[in-house]
């Protein structure tokens, strides 16, 4: 049994952060910004509300978009890396909001590339024949963790959710074909929040020293993300017997427009085949690739049978590619 995409939806916020903005908040330009990044604004969620808030909008557009209600849920996968609070789970935030009577969940922590890995993980569930409807959901308020004081970082994130409804299909000609996901810890001291954890848990100190913002030493990220997302996504193509021309579109994480163009050249693919959406949302953590999917369908970009790769990296170091075939007519 395959799983198949049946529904993609997104959300982001209505208040924008514009690169103008940026440059009466810090020492920057937009020129500055728009060269080193290709960002142009961002979106910023309101100060009361959290993760869950864009996580149930975007999902509420799945269930829309497929005519379904959310008591047929089975589970609901959730990847975020600024999750309401510590616990309960933002999954469980959520079923709570949506009313989804009949699932279980829960959250996948895995930075940046947590969406693909959670994507992954719930098509497990379906393969095996165990669940026949998951939502899963990347969703992130990056800005309840940037310091608008910090030039480095705050030019680069905003606030974002998307989802898309897995489901089986009882052909084994779309779906999922494929994924290769890898985890390096030696990334640990180049993208991290020290505060806020069981290590280093929230007191006058570190709210002092500035530990519950994102930490990042850009350019050794910058490095790893373009090495390894071209060389994962040549690797998942080559294992599948496929090359550059048969994929339709590829959609990699948006952290940086430099890095997709690395990654394009060095994979030899026309540019015209990525999803580029950076410019208008920053770096959205793990609601990057499912926010990008969900304009690319609403655009009509991808038709059924169409061959799509995803391909991410993020904090830990994690990342990888996922490979599979348009299911929506
Ligand atoms: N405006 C103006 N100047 C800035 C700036 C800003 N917003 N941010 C940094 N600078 C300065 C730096 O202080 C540095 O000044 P210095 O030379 O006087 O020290 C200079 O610009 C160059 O900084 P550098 O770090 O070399 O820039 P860069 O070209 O590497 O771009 C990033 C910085 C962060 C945009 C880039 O490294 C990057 O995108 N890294 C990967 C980020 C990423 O993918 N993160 C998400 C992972 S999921």
Redesign the pocket.
């Given at each position: 049994m395959r799983a198949i995409i049946t529904g993609v939806g997104h959300f982001v916020p209505d208040r924008k952060l514009t690169n103008k903005d940026?440059e009466q908040m810090?020492?920057?330009?937009d020129e500055?910004?728009t060269t080193?990044?290709g960002i142009k604004e961002r979106r910023i969620l309101e100060k009361d509300k959290g993760t869950s808030y864009m996580g149930v909008k975007a999902a509420k557009m799945v269930l829309e978009q497929r005519g379904i209600s959310a008591d047929e849920l089975d589970l609901i996968l959730v990847s975020t890396a600024t999750p309401d609070m510590m616990f309960p789970s933002t999954a469980a935030l959520i079923q709570k909001e949506l009313k989804a009577t009949n699932c279980w969940g829960f959250d996948l922590s895995a930075?940046?590339?947590g969406f693909v890995c959670a994507l992954a993980t719930a098509s497990q569930f379906i393969e095996t024949g165990k669940y026949k409807k998951i939502m899963v959901i990347g969703a992130d308020k990056m800005s309840s963790i940037v310091n608008y004081e910090d030039?480095?970082?705050?030019?680069?994130f905003g606030d974002a959710a998307g989802a898309v409804l897995l489901e089986p299909s009882n052909t084994d000609d779309l779906g999922i074909e494929d994924f290769l996901l890898y985890l390096d810890g030696s990334g640990d001291k180049s993208?991290y929040m020290a505060g806020g954890g069981s290590l280093m848990p929230a007191t006058l100190e570190t709210v002092d020293n500035q530990m519950h913002y994102l930490y990042?030493d850009?350019?050794?990220?910058?490095k790893f993300?373009v090495t390894n997302m071209a060389d994962v996504s040549k690797k998942i193509l080559e294992k599948n017997r496929l090359s550059g021309e048969d994929i339709k579109l590829f959609i990699p994480?948006q952290?940086?427009l430099?890095?997709i163009d690395a990654a394009a050249k060095k994979m030899k693919i026309n540019r015209d085949q990525f999803v580029i959406n950076i410019e208008n949302y920053g770096?959205t953590?793990t609601a990057t690739i499912p926010l990008a999917m969900s304009e690319a369908y609403q655009e009509g970009r991808m038709q059924k049978g169409d061959w799509i790769v995803l391909s991410t990296?993020?904090?830990g170091y994690t990342w990888g590619s996922l490979l599979f075939k348009w299911a929506i007519d």
């Open positions: 940026l810090v020492d920057t330009s500055w910004i080193r990044t930075g940046c590339a030039r480095n970082t705050c030019v680069l993208l990042q850009g350019k050794t990220v910058f993300a994480h952290a940086n430099r890095i770096n953590t990296f993020g904090a």
